[in-house]
């Protein structure tokens, strides 16, 4: 499996969208979609701290996080990546928009630069992400990129597996 260093970012393009690592600069427009460990920061300061312990997981090998730019504006419009599992050949892929650019079809495009680059660059053999049981745009967008159900998780969660190459 392909690992990466810090001044070899996979930066992936795309036709719409491409994926590209967050820069400090970039860090004020994504405050209310800046998570780590479920916790959502609430200043420019705890989204850098947790920028920073992002970037230490990818040097660890652990986590690969994407910023999706827009490629006709150059703007962020939200995030993804792998955050578990690399080290075992596999990957949880997550994801968040930013409000205003639900609806677009931004993250499907996002994901499947993503999985492509998951499947064909890094060589994982197993993508998987998980949802709450509530979260219907999440739900309908894993089936859109052909993932299906394979477990009901504690806290509401369901587990769903990329079934097949995209
Ligand atoms: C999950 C989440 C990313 C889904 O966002 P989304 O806007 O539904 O997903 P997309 O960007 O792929 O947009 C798809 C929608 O845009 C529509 N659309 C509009 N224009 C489009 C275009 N040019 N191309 C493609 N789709 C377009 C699609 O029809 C689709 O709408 P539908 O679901 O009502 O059929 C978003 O709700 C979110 O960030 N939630 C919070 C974080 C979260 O839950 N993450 C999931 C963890 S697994």
């Given at each position: ?7 070899d ?6 036709s ?8 400090d600069?970039?860090?004020?427009d ?6 780590y ?5 609430e200043?420019?300061?705890?989204a850098a ?20 730019v ?6 962020i419009?939200?995030?993804?990546g ?33 999985i ?29 990129l ?21």
């Open positions: 499996m392909k690992q990466f260093q810090f001044n970012f996979p930066n992936v393009k795309g719409r969208v491409s994926l590209r690592q967050i820069m600069a970039d860090i004020p994504l405050i209310e979609i800046s998570f460990d479920a916790v959502q920061a200043t420019v300061e705890q701290e947790m920028q920073a312990r992002i970037d230490r997981d990818y040097l660890d090998g652990n986590s690969i996080h994407w910023g999706i827009d490629n006709e504006t150059l703007q419009v939200g995030t993804c792998y955050y578990r599992g690399l080290d075992q050949g596999e990957g949880e892929l997550g994801c968040v928009l930013l409000p205003q650019y639900y609806g677009q079809g931004y993250m499907t495009d996002g994901m499947s630069l993503a492509d680059f998951g499947l064909n660059t890094i060589g994982l053999k197993r993508i998987w992400a998980a949802t709450s049981r509530e979260n219907g745009p999440a739900m309908k967008l894993l089936e859109r052909h993932f299906v159900k394979i477990a009901d998780l504690s806290y509401g969660e369901i587990e769903y597996e990329l079934t097949q190459p995209k």
